[in-house]
T-cell receptor
Framework: GAVVSQHPSRVICKSGTSVKIECRSL??????MFWYRQFPKQSLMLMAT?????????EQGVEKDKFLINHASLTLSTLTVTSAHPEDSSFYIC???????????????FGPGTRLTVL | GEDVEQSLFLSVREGDSSVINCTYT??????LYWYKQEPGAGLQLLTY?????DMKQDQRLTVLLNKKDKHLSLRIADTQTGDSAIYFC???????????FGQGTELSVKP
């Protein structure tokens, strides 16, 4: 159990277009989802935290108009990179927390990531 | 400082033990974690330790926690080539339960 999927796994787009990435919890209800960005050979940087039905909380330095996050249901969150540019090229990873389980250690389940390349 | 820090590379021979070290910053972190990332993939939780514990053992994995020095280590016994990956330590911060990751240690296991 506790599987998180992301779609697409890879996307290549032209500069100026918008790209939507989906994150789904397949067998649990995710009350909270997180979006991370990872550059090659670097750590994961938290971009935003989203709770179902409310606005996402963005980390300092992350443009909320650039990276639109929607968490409309307990199993789906989307990240839309608007007007993408080459510097937005990165590996985007989501994670989800299962609010129904009594997991005191606060486990987040990670998706497999989406590789975005902006030409 | 603000960062969770790890050494970037570790190379060991198959069958040896690997020890990956991490220093964290938030003394109020309730849990500390070790994640494994294989190339092009997401993160897999390997193990975690509660902050009131000094040690946790789980099969080939041993986690040691020194709260005074804010130092965390992961020991992998009998390291195999399949253990080659990037290992991240992470601490949890704040009410929202944000995970703050180290830079990752790339473990290379040579046959």
């Amino acid at each position: 159990g506790a599987v998180v999927s992301q779609h697409p796994s890879r996307v290549i787009c032209k500069s100026g277009t918008s790209v939507k990435i989906e994150c789904r919890s397949l067998d649990f209800q995710a009350t909270t989802m997180f979006w991370y960005r990872q550059f090659p050979k670097q750590s994961l940087m938290l971009m935003a935290t989203s709770n179902e039905g409310s606005k996402a909380t963005y980390e300092q330095g992350v443009e909320k108009d650039k990276f639109l996050i929607n968490h409309a249901s307990l199993t789906l969150s989307t990240l839309t990179v608007t007007s993408a540019h080459p510097e937005d090229s990165s590996f985007y990873i989501c994670s989800a927390r299962d609010g129904s389980r009594d997991r005191a250690y606060n486990e987040q389940f990670f998706g497999p990531g989406t590789r975005l390349t902006v030409l | 400082g603000e960062d969770v820090e790890q050494s970037l590379f570790l190379s060991v021979r198959e069958g040896d033990s690997s020890v990956i070290n991490c220093t964290y910053t938030d003394s109020s972190s309730t849990y500390l974690y070790w994640y494994k990332q294989e190339p092009g993939a997401g993160l897999q939780l390997l193990t975690y330790i509660f902050s009131n514990m000094d040690m946790k053992q789980d099969q080939r994995l041993t986690v040691l926690l020194n709260k005074k020095d804010k130092h965390l280590s992961l020991r992998i016994a009998d390291t195999q080539t399949g253990d080659s990956a990037i290992y991240f330590c992470a601490e949890i911060r704040g009410q929202g339960g944000k995970l703050i990751f180290g830079q990752g240690t790339e473990l290379s296991v040579k046959p």
